[in-house]
Every structure is written in structure tokens, then in C-alpha cells.
């Protein structure tokens, strides 16, 4: 669908969490940079009494407030924080799975109509899943309740990831996606365009399997293609996807891009391959890179372009509202407020390795490679195109991709056999 975008019972005694552990690099050490320990955010100095009893969050697993690890004890003793200067208030976490029949969104959707009274106050949705919130009256507008989000304090692509149609329905705090990974010692400089990949050293490696051809839609954006028609539709021009192509098969000619790249569908393999020693350069995600690259031999930067650094695709996370009691949204936007302080949010998404949605977040992280590498990654994200338009449009291209590292097509055979392909009913 288009968007328009302008942008436990008492926590002390029991929490209903789930979390998720991360894989270990496999390079010897030195070992990964790690999030320090940060002290306690400042509690406002005059508690305010709650007008109910209760504030109920859903978040899913990644984001769970737990001992377990750094990021979750952080949100855990914010949460606390913020009951502490509210004198009778409880919040109470439950833990809903991404996706799948057990997903957040298909959760809130089966409550609103089946059971009301079970719905949160506050919930976390990725931006796919805010924009169905929002059409579907899920979640309420945040105009009026909070501060609207607004450049240059906040990054662009987290502003365009808050609004729907003009109106302001998520407050982002963290954002994913995936990175050009690359040892620092197989290149003279970081492989921003092209031509430094191309003449690079062996190999690089994308995940050439993945049907949603993520990689290439954002190569073919870099240089000027469209991905939807005037009404919305999917659809792909045949001059940019030629020239993606043609660069493809470059890379295989100069055994740069092997055919084998054709097996791995997702950037966490191909960043398994780097990790390992079995590439140089390999799409990665952002927040399994920050957990387990060795800054001494790897970096990242955005995905390349023809000429320079293009962009990563963000995939962003934001509070939603339900709709409900007007105390109760009242108290909620007040928790998203305490929760968006770059004091807290930086030391958060520092340690969540997700990128911050705010420069003054961002600005509290500690120094090092690993707040150089989102500094420059900020400015080069964008909101990844809906789901419903990469599975229409990835198809045809990644069957194209492996014709061409087959040389059973030529770049221009396969982008005209994809166009074809987009217009056939």
C-alpha cells in the first residue's frame, strides 16, 4: 500500500519476559567491542501520583526487559524508574513474537475484536506494521500527545518511518538493516562505490538466493529507477536494472562475485563467510555486525552505488498507542517521553546495536568504531520498501541475477525477461 510519510505484576517482583541470544563471532580474538556499563538514569525529583493503577506494554522478543543481557536490564531499570516517580503505578511487559500467529500485530488485531479488555496501552511495531496498524485503527495518533519528531534533531529516515498520511502514529527509537561488511586489511580504502569492489580483491559476496532481491532494488534506487507506477503499482524500469546486471556481471567476469553466492538468500549467511574468513567484503546485518565484528580486522559501510556510498535499507521500530482510556494515553505518552531521552535511548541502542532514531541519541554513545560506523550510517538509511513490493518485484529479478552469473543471459536479455515477467497477468 502507498505511504505518505512526513515524517511485573509489578516489575520489582515478577516480568514475563522472553529474549533471544546472539551468535559469537568465530574470528580469534581481539574480541568485539562491548556497551559498557552505563549508571542509572536521574529519577525525576518530584514523584506524580498515577491516575490508574496500570500501564500494560507489548514488545517483542528483542526488545524485552530481562537481566539477561545489557540492553534489557537498561529498559528494565528505566521502567522501574518510571514507576518509582509514579506512586501506585504498575507497568506490566508481555512478550509477543514478530510475526506468525503469535506475531504482535496479528495479536492486537484478534484482541481489538476478541478481546478488548486484553489489549496493551503501548505497543512495538516496525514500520510495515505501524502503517497496517494505522489503516486497520489499531493504534491512535500521536499529535497532540507528544512532541512531534522534527529534523534536523531526528534522523530522516526515523521521521519517515513515525507518519502516515501526514499524521504522527509512532515514536522510532531503534532501527535495523543491512551494511557493506568488509576486512579492513583486503582494502586500500572502504569500498563505497562500485568500482572499489570491482577492483577489489575475491571475493564479495550477496546474498544472490534472497526473493525479495533486497540488494538490488536498493542498487537500482541508488541510480534513479522507480519501484511503483504513479497509482502504486510495482513495477521496474529496464535502464537501471540493466545497469545492475551489467555491474553483476563484471564482478563474475573479474571472479570478484562467485556463482555460489546464489545459495545464500539472506546476509546473515553471506556475513557468516566473511566472519569466516571465505570472503572480503559481505552484505551483513547492522545488529548481528555490531555484536560480533573485531573492529581491528572489519568495518562497515552503506551498501555501495555506481559512484559513492548509497544507502541501507532502515527497518524501524517504533512505540505505538492503543486506543483506550484519554488518562491512560495520557500517562502512556508520558512513559515514551521518559523512554526517548537521549540519556537513556543512546545507552539503549548502543547496546541493543541498532542504529539510534535521534542525533542526541546517537551523541550518547561511547566512542569508538562502533558510534563512527552509525554516524555515518544515519545519514545514509532509508525506509526499506514494503514487503508487498519486494515479493512482487523479487522474483523475476533474482532468477535474472542467477542467468546472468550463468551467462545464459546477457544484463540487457535479463532486465527485459524481468519487465516481461512484472507484465505478463
Known amino acids: 500500500m502507498p505511504r505518505h510519510r512526513c515524517l511485573a505484576a509489578l516489575l520489582a517482583a515478577t516480568l514475563l519476559v522472553s529474549c533471544s541470544g546472539q551468535a559469537a563471532g568465530t574470528t580469534p580474538a581481539p574480541g568485539p567491542e562491548s556497551s559498557p556499563t552505563f549508571a542509572p538514569t536521574t529519577i525525576p525529583p518530584t514523584p506524580t501520583p498515577s491516575p490508574n493503577g496500570n500501564l500494560v506494554l507489548w514488545l517483542v522478543p528483542r526488545f524485552a526487559p530481562t537481566t539477561d543481557n545489557p540492553a ?10 518510571f514507576e518509582e516517580n509514579h506512586p501506585g503505578l504498575i507497568i506490566t511487559t508481555r512478550i509477543k513474537q514478530e510475526s506468525g500467529s503469535g506475531g504482535v500485530l496479528e495479536t492486537l488485531q484478534a484482541a481489538t475484536i476478541a478481546a478488548p479488555a486484553t489489549l496493551p496501552d503501548i505497543v512495538t511495531l516496525d514500520v510495515q506494521m505501524l502503517d497496517e ?12 500527545l507528544l512532541p512531534t519528531p522534527s529534523a534536523p534533531s531526528w534522523y530522516d529516515f526515523s521521521l519517515a518511518a513515525s507518519m502516515i498520511d501526514g499524521g504522527h502514529y509512532g515514536l522510532p527509537f531503534a532501527a535495523d538493516g543491512e551494511v557493506l561488511a568488509y576486512n579492513t586489511g583486503a582494502y586500500p580504502a572502504p569500498p563505497r562505490a562500485w568500482s572499489d569492489l570491482l577492483d577489489g580483491p575475491a571475493q564479495f559476496m550477496f546474498p544472490a538466493g ?26 521496474l524500469e529496464v535502464g537501471p536494472l540493466t545497469e545492475v546486471f551489467a555491474f553483476y556481471e563484471a564482478l563474475n567476469t573479474a571472479d570478484v562475485l562467485p556463482l555460489v553466492s546464489r545459495q545464500y538468500s539472506n546476509a546473515a549467511e553471506t556475513w557468516s563467510l566473511l566472519n569466516s574468513g571465505k570472503a572480503v567484503a559481505a552484505l551483513a546485518p547492522l545488529s548481528t555486525f555490531f555484536a560480533t565484528y573485531y573492529p581491528i580486522f572489519t568495518s562497515a559501510v552503506a551498501l555501495p552505488s555506481r559512484t559513492s556510498a548509497g544507502s541501507i535499507f532502515a527497518e524501524t521500530w517504533s512505540w505505538a498507542i492503543v486506543p483506550g482510556d484519554p488518562a491512560r494515553q495520557a500517562l502512556a505518552a508520558e512513559l515514551l517521553q521518559w523512554l526517548s531521552d537521549p540519556e537513556f535511548l543512546g545507552p539503549w541502542t548502543d547496546a541493543l546495536n541498532m542504529l539510534p532514531p535521534s542525533a542526541g541519541a546517537l551523541a550518547a554513545w561511547p566512542d569508538g568504531s562502533k558510534a563512527s560506523i552509525a554516524s555515518r550510517l544515519v545519514t545514509n538509511a532509508q525506509t526499506k520498501p514494503a514487503d508487498e513490493i519486494l515479493d512482487a518485484l523479487g522474483p523475476p529479478i533474482q532468477n535474472a541475477i542467477v542467468q546472468v552469473l550463468l551467462n545464459v543471459a546477457t544484463p540487457e536479455e535479463a532486465a527485459a525477461a524481468v519487465i516481461a515477467a512484472l507484465q505478463s497477468p
Open 210 to 235: 534472497d526473493t525479495q532481491a533486497a540488494f538490488t532494488i536498493n542498487q537500482y534506487l541508488a541510480i534513479g529507477g522507480a519501484i511503483t507506477s504513479n497509482a502504486g503499482s510495482p513495477m
Open 133 to 144: 496498524a494505522a489503516l486497520e485503527n489499531l493504534i491512535i495518533p500521536l499529535d497532540g
Open 72 to 81: 534489557g536490564a537498561l529498559l528494565l531499570e528505566r521502567l522501574q524508574a
